[in-house]
């Protein structure tokens, strides 16, 4: 079961920030928080994960609060390609366990 | 990075016929893959975990014996649709993740299965 909380949609101007919240208040001591985004008809892509330092890639950052109840994941200049749902998933990281279970995401839109 | 493939794209097939589909990791070895099924405008759903050389693990309300998962080298497990039901229509999607990979799982591009 998904054990996080994402807001359904948000609207991005190209160029700026896109500022993704997820909430995750129940999450474990050895659970990682991770983000993917699924473009329509296409497989979810992998963006970044994180235990509890801020995490940054060529894709993304990731900002996790002290006590890990809620992250943000932040694309620093948003484009058109980034319209997708994204999706914050908990998970822990054991070769038995670590199935991902998807939440309904939170559909980004970037427009011109 | 990590490469996961699945076949076919797409299938059309009849209602009360069997289809296969296969996922692969190209440039690793899985050996846990993951099966998911999309519904138009849901969300993933995770269906069972497959287990290299051993039973894969069903989700509560997925039935093993429609859909039957088979795992039998470190680079493919496969997905059988048993009698498909226009019900079965779906996206179905498969990941993996490699054991030494800092990158998370890795999802393969979907199965769009239509059952007429």
């Known amino acids: 079961d998904a054990k996080t909380t994402q807001p359904p949609s948000m609207d991005c101007a190209e160029g700026r920030a896109a500022n993704l919240p997820c909430n995750h208040s129940?999450?474990?001591?050895?659970?990682?928080v991770y983000w993917y985004r699924q473009i329509h008809s296409q497989g979810p892509q992998y963006i970044i994960h994180?235990?509890?330092n801020n995490e940054t890639n060529e894709m993304a950052s990731l900002i996790i609060t002290e006590d890990r109840k809620s992250s943000t994941l932040i694309l620093p200049h948003a484009t058109l390609r980034d319209t997708a749902v994204y999706y914050c998933?908990?998970?822990?990281?054991?070769?038995?366990?670590?199935?991902?279970?998807f939440g309904r995401g939170t559909q980004l839109t970037v427009w011109p | 990075g990590a490469v996961v493939s699945q076949h076919p794209s797409r299938v059309i097939c009849k209602s009360g016929t069997s289809v296969k589909i296969e996922c692969r990791s190209l440039d690793f070895q899985a050996t846990t893959m993951f099966w998911y099924r999309q519904f138009p405008k849901q969300s993933l759903m995770l269906m069972a975990t497959s287990n290299e050389g051993s039973k894969a693990t069903y989700e509560q309300g997925v039935e093993k014996d429609k859909f039957l998962i088979n795992h039998a080298s470190l680079t493919l497990s496969t997905l059988t649709v048993t009698s498909a039901h226009p019900e079965d229509s779906s996206f179905y999607i498969c990941?993996?993740?490699?054991?030494?990979?800092?990158?998370?799982?890795?999802f393969g591009s979907g199965t769009r299965l239509t059952v007429v």
């Open positions: 998933i908990v998970s822990s990281r054991g070769s038995t366990l670590g199935r991902l279970y």
């Open positions: 990941s993996a993740r490699e054991s030494a990979s800092n990158y998370g799982y890795t």
């Open positions: 994180g235990l509890k």
């Open positions: 129940t999450i474990s001591g050895n659970e990682y």
